[in-house]
């Protein structure tokens, strides 16, 4: 879902209802800026959350928005779905309108879930190369013992999509309870993980995504807007 870009002279001449000439007269008059910035370059991109004046006066100014949620069993991860509440169904409907999820968790699993217009971000947060890792806590219905770790960290053959999966982190919490840190999202991946030792998973809770961490104070079915810091960490880990 890559965010769409024009030009600036496209988008000028749209926006203002005038023509090629027009436009290249108010650029050369140095009155337009993106982003704060004086543009005289018709060939610049702009997008939707560029912002975009003409002699100071807002042409164009959509703040994209981010948010975290804390997902209850039983809600699904999709936009729209017949049979259950989805997570959008959570949020109020101005809230909801235009977002899409960063990253879904099954029907039956908890915890964080990250929700943006803004396909930039959510395009950085799933990019293989910069191996985001999201943090689990896994209950499972045997006891756990330390082979699990080396076989997570060797990665196991998934013969349906024929990829050998990515080292994985295994912490050993108690008994019955393990964290584990995924940098893949592959279909059911934890569930199918721990099935090679026939150890069904019978409760998963997402805590974090990179450096974005559950609030503690989102109780399940809360959601709050992303600070500053926590939109931020997701573009310096863009850079290379
Ligand atoms: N792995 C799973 O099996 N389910 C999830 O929801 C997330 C990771």
Avoid: C
């Avoid at 005289?40 to 164009?60: A, C, E, M, P, Y």
């Avoid at 908890?110 to 896994?138: C, F, M, Q």
């Avoid at 756990?144 to 999509?161: K, Q, R, T, V, W």
């Amino acid at each position: 879902m890559a965010l769409e870009t024009r030009r600036l002279d496209k988008f000028l001449a749209d926006h203002l209802q005038i023509n090629r000439r027009e436009v290249r007269i108010l650029l050369a008059r140095r009155t337009v800026s993106v982003d704060d910035k004086l543009v005289v370059d018709g060939n610049v991109l702009v997008n939707r959350f560029s912002k975009i004046t003409l002699d100071g006066n807002v042409l164009q100014a959509i703040e994209p928005r981010y948010f975290m949620l804390h997902k209850p069993v039983g809600v699904v991860s999709a936009t729209t779905d017949k049979q259950h509440k989805t997570v959008l169904d959570l949020l109020s409907v101005t809230d909801s309108d235009g977002l899409h999820i960063a990253g879904r968790l099954d029907l039956n699993s908890s915890g964080l879930i990250l929700l943006t217009d803004d396909s930039r971000w959510s395009e950085a947060l799933a990019h293989p190369d910069k191996n985001v890792a999201k943090h689990y806590r896994v209950t499972l219905k045997n006891r756990l013992d330390e082979s699990y770790i080396d076989a997570f960290a060797n990665g196991m053959y998934f013969p349906y999509e024929d990829i050998v999966t990515q080292p994985a982190r295994l912490r050993i919490v108690s008994d019955y309870e393990a964290d584990v840190w995924l940098t893949e999202g592959k279909y059911h991946q934890i569930k199918r993980m721990f099935g090679r030792f026939r150890n069904p998973v019978v409760a998963l809770h997402r805590i974090s995504i990179g450096a974005i961490t559950l609030d503690n104070n989102l109780a399940p079915g809360y959601y709050r807007p992303l600070n500053p810091a926590e939109i931020e960490s997701v573009f310096a880990a863009m850079q290379p």
